[in-house]
């Protein structure tokens, strides 16, 4: 999937400040393992970070943002998200990769293929620097 994010740059500088955007697959709530970039390479990283969950917690039309829980004390990652560090990183321009697991030996844990546009929910996420959420706004889906 090819996307393009953009946005205005905010009246005053993220101050430590951060932007997540998140790419979940609405059906199974897992993201994409691997979304390519065309932005600096200090300005945007693919990961995920603890905070993510507190994301999910306080906005539950954000599900999957989070780890998934497959025990009482065992998380799995279930994809990456993009942090965008540089309010100045607009346009993004993304590709994320949905791969066809034919037979796959146990359910996956990050969004694979077949999947539509309409089966996608595409989030930015604004928080600050110790991890405190702002605000979260939906894009589309």
């Known amino acids: 999937m090819l996307g393009r994010i953009s946005w205005q740059d905010p009246p005053k500088p993220l101050d430590g400040g951060s932007f ?3 790419l979940i697959d609405k059906r199974t709530h897992h993201k994409p393992e691997v979304i390519a970039v065309s932005a600096p ?22 599900r999957g943002a989070g780890s998934l829980k497959v ?9 990456g998200r993009l942090g965008v ?26 969004a694979t293929a077949p999947v ?21 706004q939906r894009l589309q889906g």
């Not at 929910?121 to 991890?131: E, F």
Request: proline share 7%; net charge negative; glycine share 8%.
């Open 41 to 62: 390479q200090e300005a945007v990283g693919l990961g995920s970070a603890g905070v993510d969950n507190k994301i999910e917690e306080r906005y539950p039309w954000l």
């Open 85 to 110: 560090a540089d309010e100045n990183a607009s346009p993004l321009t993304f590709v994320a990769l949905f791969p066809y697991l034919e037979k796959p030996d146990r359910e996956p844990t990050i």
């Open 116 to 136: 539509a546009m309409s089966d996608l929910l595409l989030a930015l996420v604004y928080m600050g620097p110790d991890g405190q959420v702002y605000w979260a």
């Open 20 to 22: 997540a955007i998140f």
């Open 71 to 79: 025990r009482d004390n065992e998380w799995r990652d279930n994809g």
